[in-house]
């Protein structure tokens, strides 16, 4: 999978979450909604991570909640982008390169 790809997916699911929202809700989740979510969801891989690693009590961690948080996070920042406008792929590479170039000296 391409992020492209993963990116189109991602706003198709989004879309589907939303008619769920209007049918339970009445209406839409608004960005900062969607981005409280992200957050919360984002809380959780810290914890999960600590937990992992020995650092917070938890009965049982299991290796795959925390590899789905970090997934859905990674959702989470797609559907983010998508709603501001912003093309998280051009921005991505923008990033990756300009980091690169400053850590090149």
Not at 17 to 23: A, V
Not at 27 to 46: C, K, M, P, R
């Amino acid at each position: 999978m391409n992020i492209s790809s993963a990116v189109a997916r991602s706003r198709k699911i989004r879309k589907l979450y939303h008619q769920l929202e209007l049918s339970h809700h009445g209406s839409e989740w608004t960005i900062e909604e969607d981005a409280l979510a992200f957050l919360t969801d984002a809380g959780l891989v810290g914890r999960l991570t600590m937990a992992q690693q020995g650092r917070w009590p938890k009965e049982e961690v299991t290796a795959r909640e925390l590899e789905h948080k970090l997934a859905e996070c990674i959702w989470w920042l797609f559907v983010l982008a998508g709603r501001m406008n912003i093309d998280v792929e051009r921005e991505l590479e923008a990033f990756l390169k300009k980091t690169e170039a400053n850590l090149k000296g």
